[in-house]
């Protein structure tokens, strides 16, 4: 018995001495053989392009979001214009009554109490600043 192989890159073949009576027999060639598959290479990996470094130098920060301001006051033109406003005022302070009594008094000269609790007496202008007692003392709360 004597067979011989010749490997061919798509198909492969087998020859034999019996390969004639086989064909004489079934009258159609043997099984047709397929050919060897071969491994493609893998597909090259997606790159995808890293995020940028953080730039030292980026765009400047954005401002804070500032509340808006509240619409000015008008300026109080009788005492009763004035009650509300150093009610506001004298809130939380010690002795309300003097409060009152001293915060209506300048807002009956100067026309202006100041906004808040406490502080801003600069928004009201020197006649609100600068009004003393007879003690030497500031007088508008």
Known sequence: MNITFSINPSVLQVSSEWEGDLLSQS???GPALSPI????????????????PPSVF????????????????????????CIPLCMVRCKYHSRKNICMRTCLTCCNRCKCVPPGQ??????????????????????CP
């Open 118 to 139: 406490f502080g801003n007496k600069e928004k009201c202008g020197k006649c609100y600043t600068d009004m003393t007692t007879r003690g030497g003392k500031l007088k």
């Open 58 to 81: 980026g765009s400047p920060p954005t401002p804070p979001v500032m509340a808006p301001t509240p619409p000015p006051v008008k300026p109080p033109r009788t005492t009763s214009d």
């Open 37 to 52: 598959p071969t491994a493609s290479p893998p597909p090259p990996p997606l790159l995808t392009a890293p995020p940028p």
């Open 27 to 29: 009258g159609a060639p």
